[in-house]
């Protein structure tokens, strides 16, 4: 007979994404339980020291089985032990050790849910004991009747949360008395009545029970609601406030499963305490697949700006490096990419960071970095660079405009468009001269110069190799027998879809071209789309799994362009995290030799 506390789930919340029962949306009717007790030697659990161990099988308030056996510790009992159990080593002898215990004990607890009193204390001696005679710890769910009864019971119905006091209240059949067999009967009891309790503060699931035991907030308590009826399928949330306002954006493969882990013990940051407080409902957006859950996440976030997505925001929130087009150009940051045929480099998400990245090319190439309109005719007061040797003084024509093309602005312009090397090699010389002379934080300050320009110079390259196609289509499985699809135009996704199972996917190709957005192409190397966006479609697409379908031109890089110094980048991204002005790096120059600088 079913016990009554118990409530039966619904199918549709049983099912994950991939058709699958998900154990934690199992009613507690539906679960196995097997409420479990050992008897120590009282040490710290190393793999030993077990003396008993009783299990009882339970479902649905059924008992379907027990497990009780003696075990042998090898080891003295400690006599405060033996008064507390009654166990005494003469009655361990025959017994078996834990070795020959365990095989049978993991067997008894296959495919239930472990329960116990203070769970982490057993847990720990059998995780123990499997680790050292060789046993892999099944990854079962422990659900703690201790726990369970600090959250449910108030101190004015028990006044401890010990077995014993929790027995006495249950009326259990079985009076605990320190052994494992009659303690295991008695927390089943215990068991049965807590979950009777649970009832009323609506946690009828395994997954409910277990969360129910960690510390979550009145808000999420009184919000767990909202998780209620929303897709297990690849999507994008939104929390939404009273007034329809989004407050938080957020991307998933699951959208069920993400939304509920808001309402658990698990979310603990304040911002979202706070955004839970005011939310009122969530929508769900059904995506064909990850990918496209996670762009329109993007356009969402850039939307809408909800208060409580901290990234992502302000996408037109970018500066570029523009060399200006006059006689003696310099750098200047820009807002915007201008049609001017001017060169570019970027975008950059702040201007600290554009400007770290000029300071590089500074090191490497005599570009002038005063804001003066220079004239051909009349000249200009030099400034303390030129005095002191590091500017060619264009301002007082020191230096011909062919002259300071050929010498500062081709570098550059090569860099952006094809080979960096030349730029990158005078970075490379430069600290490998302060490192000779053991100026290790100036070099360091050079090497933060060189990882930011890097940066910029290998993401645009990649950037503006995909933006060029007018369109490209590729596919990836979906590990269910069907295909991911994208249609990418200008490196704006177009279209997204998924083909079902066992079928040939040239026809949902062939609709999503279709009903594919069109994209017109515009200035720099991210005109359709964000260069966020168009990233994440990069890393999708350079995935080892994904096949090219179609594309309307050569998807191509400069081949002696920024990508070839990868490795370079890493290696120097790496000395700068640990900071240590000892790291050598290894680079290709232009001859193809291999070299090493010292940090």
Known sequence: MTHPAYVQGTLDTLLTADGSVDPAALSLADTTFVVLDLETTGGAPD???????????????????????LVNPGERIPPFITVLTGITEAMLIPAPPIERVLPSLLEFLRGAVLVAHNAPYDVGFLKAACAKHGHPWPQMRVLDTAALARRALTRDEVPNRKLGTLAQFFR???????????????????????IERLGSFKVHTLGDAIEFTKAVTPAQRRR??????????PGVYIFRAADDRPLYVGTSKDVATRVRSYFTGSEKR????????????????????PLEAEVRELRLIAAHAPPYNRRSKYPERVVWLKLTAEAFPRLSVVRRFAEDG???????????????????????????????????RSKTPACALAELGRCPAPCEHEISPAEYELRAAEPFRAATSGDPGPVIDAILARIETLSERQRYEEAAVVRSRLIALLRALIRMQRLDALTRLPELVAARRDGKGGWEIV??????????????????????????????????????????????????????????????????GDWVSPARGAARFSALLTRAEAASSTQDSTVRLSVTDRSDDARSLRL
């Open 487 to 552: 249609v990418v135009r200008h490196g704006r996704l177009a279209a997204a879809a998924t083909s079902p199972p066992r079928a040939h996917p040239r026809p949902t190709l062939d609709a999503a071209r279709l009903t594919a957005e069109t994209v017109l192409p515009g200035p720099g190397p991210v005109p359709a789309a964000t260069a966020e966006e168009t990233e994440r479609i990069l890393a999708w697409l350079e995935r080892p799994d994904t096949r090219l379908v179609e594309t309307s």
């Open 270 to 289: 304040a911002r979202i305490s706070e955004m839970l407080t005011a939310a009122v409902r969530v929508e769900a957006v059904e995506c064909a697949h």
């Open 172 to 194: 259990a059949e079985v009076t605990p008395n320190h052994r494992a067999l009659d303690d295991a009967k008695a927390t089943v009891d215990v068991l049965h009545g807590l």
């Open 47 to 69: 793999g030993g020291g077990i003396t008993e161990i009783g299990a009882v099988k339970v479902r649905a308030g059924q008992r379907l089985g027990e497990f009780g056996t």
């Open 342 to 376: 001017s060169t570019h480099l970027g975008p950059f998400s702040s201007r600290r960071t554009a400007e770290l990245a000029a300071a590089g090319v500074y090191d490497a190439v005599p570009l002038r970095q005063c804001n003066h309109r220079l004239s051909l």
């Open 224 to 233: 767990r609601h909202l998780a209620d009826g929303l897709p297990h399928v």
